[in-house]
């Protein structure tokens, strides 16, 4: 059962245009939700976070959108550049969980120059 | 520098060998995780540790084991039982009842020959 859905599976980009990747969840419970960076050979880092008490949360140019009632959230990266060129994960937890990370698939971006 | 260590960065195993991958933090957190990569499969968690000498099962335990004998170090032991282990392995570290500070390491990628 996959809890975190995780859309598009791949995203090729022009320098300067906006990214957008998109996750639903299905558990109500969860109440924190952390956008992962990924660079090849590399362990995710953690971008941006945001918890379900906000609908809008901003880090220099990326964005999460929260959409609570839709059970959506989404990852905005303005004026892309090549070198955001990685792989994004979303992920929730929850206390009732322990705060164990549920990931979604991930999203390969690919930014052109 | 505190973080996590995670050796060796490239593994090869044959074929009903047991492999046992190493996890070193000096962050200080009580909480490390082991997660499993695959190519489009996001991360998958294998087992995780709340406090030494404690550890649960997560998603896809069968074919691993684990000990936590030290607060410092989460070895995963990769089973001949385990029948694909080919896959990029991850450990993480966290402070328990928070998923703030979720830190991952570089990672190992074991391939069976």
């Known amino acids: 059962q996959q809890q975190v859905k995780q859309s598009p599976q791949s995203l090729i980009v022009q320098k300067g245009g906006i990214s957008i990747i998109n996750c639903a969840y299905e558990?109500?419970?969860?109440?924190?939700f952390p956008w992962y960076q990924q660079f090849p050979g590399k362990g995710p880092a953690l971008l941006i976070a945001?918890?379900?008490?906000?609908s809008e949360k901003k880090e220099g140019r990326f964005t999460i959108s929260f959409n609570k009632s839709a059970k959506q959230f989404s990852l905005h990266i303005m004026d892309s550049q090549p070198g955001d060129s990685a792989t994004y994960f979303c992920a929730a937890t929850s206390g009732g969980s322990n705060y164990k990370l549920t990931f979604g698939k991930g999203t390969l971006l690919t930014v052109n120059p | 520098d505190g973080g996590i260590t995670q050796s060796p960065k490239y593994l090869f195993r044959k074929e009903g060998q047991n492999v046992t991958l190493s996890c070193e933090q000096n962050l200080n957190h009580d909480a490390m995780y082991w997660y499993r990569q695959d190519p489009g499969q996001g991360l998958r968690l294998i087992y995780y540790?709340?406090?030494?000498?404690?550890?649960q099962k997560g998603d896809i335990a069968e074919g691993y084991s684990v000990s936590r004998e030290k607060k410092e170090s989460f070895p995963l032991t990769v089973t001949s039982a385990q029948k694909n282990p080919t896959a990029f392995y991850l450990c993480?570290?966290?402070?328990?009842?928070?998923?703030?500070?979720?830190?991952f390491g570089s990672g190992t990628r074991l391939t069976v020959v």
């Open positions: 558990n109500t419970a969860f109440d924190y």
């Open positions: 540790s709340q406090i030494v000498n404690d550890f």
């Open positions: 993480a570290s966290s402070i328990p009842g928070t998923a703030h500070g979720y830190t």
């Open positions: 945001i918890r379900p008490d906000v």
